[in-house]
C-alpha cells in the first residue's frame, strides 16, 4: 500500500524558515516524480514546486522561486521542500505528491499525480 506523510509544518514568524519533509512507501521511490502543493483556506489548490525523478530538474511557482527549494534523497524515500524568507501570504496547508514516471519530467498539475499525502500546516506570523 502506497503512503506518503508530510511532516515539519508549524508555526514561524515571517522571514523565518522551514523544512518540509515528505516520505513515500509502498512504491519504487526512484520511478515516481514528486510534487509541493499548497491550499490555503477559501482556496484552490495551487502548484509551489515539483522535481524529477532523479533530483536533476526542478521546477518552481513564480510566487516562491529563490525562496524555497526541493529535493530528494532516493536512498531515504524522501523528498524536501527548504522554505526560507517565509511571507504571511505562505500560511496555507502544503501536500506532497507523487507521480509515477519512465522519463525525467516535472509536473505542474495536481492531477497529473497518483498519490497524496494528508497535508501539514504551515502558518506564518507577520
Known amino acids: 500500500q502506497v503512503q506518503v506523510v508530510e511532516s515539519g509544518g508549524g508555526l514561524v514568524q515571517a522571514g523565518g524558515s522551514l523544512r518540509l519533509s515528505c516520505a513515500a512507501s509502498?512504491?519504487?521511490?526512484?520511478?515516481?516524480?514528486m510534487g509541493w502543493f499548497r491550499q490555503a483556506p477559501g482556496k484552490e489548490r495551487e502548484f509551489v514546486g515539483a522535481?524529477?525523478?532523479?533530483?536533476?530538474?526542478?521546477d518552481y511557482a513564480g510566487s516562491v522561486k529563490g525562496r524555497f527549494t526541493i529535493s530528494r534523497d532516493n536512498a531515504k524515500n524522501t523528498v524536501y521542500l527548504q522554505m526560507n524568507s517565509l511571507k504571511p501570504e505562505d500560511t496555507a496547508v502544503y501536500y506532497c505528491?507523487?507521480?509515477?514516471?519512465?522519463?525525467?519530467?516535472?509536473?505542474?498539475?495536481?492531477?497529473?499525480?497518483?498519490?497524496w499525502g494528508q497535508g501539514t500546516q504551515v502558518t506564518v506570523s507577520s
Open positions: 505528491a507523487a507521480k509515477s514516471v519512465l522519463t525525467y519530467g516535472i509536473y505542474r498539475l495536481h492531477h497529473d499525480y497518483d498519490y
Open positions: 509502498g512504491l519504487t521511490f526512484s520511478w515516481y516524480a
Open positions: 522535481i524529477d525523478r532523479s533530483g536533476g530538474n526542478t
